[in-house]
């Protein structure tokens, strides 16, 4: 792994503000998230490096080089104090912003594909083969881990406020997992094929699945109706997130684009189309007041896209 420099880049854009590029990996950038407080942006990817950036100034603060292999997921804590980020076989917690080593957990049962934080910071939840493992935090003990008929699942993401996550799973369902009994409480045959991302709206009510069949879904929980689908990304939807204020998604794919949605409504066309990388768009994240967008492809760029109102 090549240490992280910096090299800034505006490359125009017919769709919102040109966007801020940050280079630097050496290999494709698989995770990008946002800091609670939006000052930082973490990155990281294949070339097994971790970034943690100051979004401000487009200027690296830490670089974290404990992992060995591919990294394919991060997260924060709520409280913005800890970023914890995963390859296969390890899931690293970093001090922020010293980006020192707090803990590392070593998932027994599966492969990690995707980790979060619970919304209360108690848990760190890691997606992989054969369901969801989780761990009490700060202590990094096993709690409880959560297998089911999904195959793998490749990611996962919290409800804002009860006992509940859901997966998103390489047979193309989304599941609803209850954290107290460890079952599964909802199955949705969501997808033709491999589901890559899924995303909870911010009040709770909504799942919003990226499929490897290009489309970008959105679920009603309550009864698992779909509510509303996107003909996304030719070639396969890899990535997914739902705004702060719940009234965009934004989706990636492998056609290099970044495309942003109205959530609600009936829409052939996206609100917004970001067109700036020369690879796959793997992960998206919106800042937490909802005005940037951070996209990380496998061109080896991270970029930060100002969103028109």
Not at 69 to 90: C, H, I, Q, R
Not at 101 to 119: D, M, N, Q
């Amino acid at each position: 792994m090549s240490y992280l420099s910096l090299l800034l880049l505006f490359c125009g854009t017919a769709s919102a503000q040109p966007p801020l590029t940050l280079f630097g990996h050496s290999a494709a950038v698989e995770a990008v998230a946002f800091s609670p407080d939006g000052k930082y942006l973490a990155s990281a990817g294949l070339d097994a490096g971790v970034a943690l950036w100051v979004v401000k100034t487009g200027k690296v603060k830490k670089v974290m080089g404990g992992h060995r292999e591919a990294v394919w997921t991060l997260a924060f804590s709520p409280d913005g104090d800890y970023l914890a980020s995963s390859d296969s076989k390890t899931i690293e917690v970093w001090a922020v912003p010293s980006g020192k080593s707090f803990k590392s957990i070593t998932p027994h049962t599966h492969a990690v594909l995707g980790v979060r934080f619970s919304p209360g910071g108690e848990y760190v939840g890691a997606a992989g083969y054969g369901g969801i493992g989780l761990w009490t935090f700060p202590e990094g003990e096993k709690y409880k881990v959560m297998n089911g008929p999904v195959e793998t699942a490749n990611s996962l993401d919290f409800f804002p406020a009860v006992s509940y996550l859901v997966s998103g799973n390489s047979n193309g369902s989304v599941t609803v997992w209850n954290m107290n009994d460890g079952k599964i409480t909802r199955t949705i045959e969501a997808h033709a094929e491999a589901v890559r991302a899924v995303a909870i709206s911010p009040d709770g009510k909504h799942a919003v699945s990226a499929g490897l069949d290009g489309l970008v879904k959105v679920w009603r929980l309550s009864d698992g109706a779909m509510v509303n689908s996107f003909a996304a990304h030719p070639g396969g939807a890899r990535a997914v997130a739902v705004s702060p204020d719940g009234r965009r998604i934004a989706s990636g794919g492998m056609d290099g684009l970044v495309r942003v949605w109205n959530f609600a409504g009936a829409q052939k066309k996206p609100a917004m189309e970001l067109k700036d990388h020369d690879g796959s768009v793997e992960a998206v994240a919106f800042s937490p007041d909802g005005r940037t967008l951070a996209s990380a492809s496998k061109d080896k760029t991270v970029k930060l896209w100002k969103l028109k109102k």
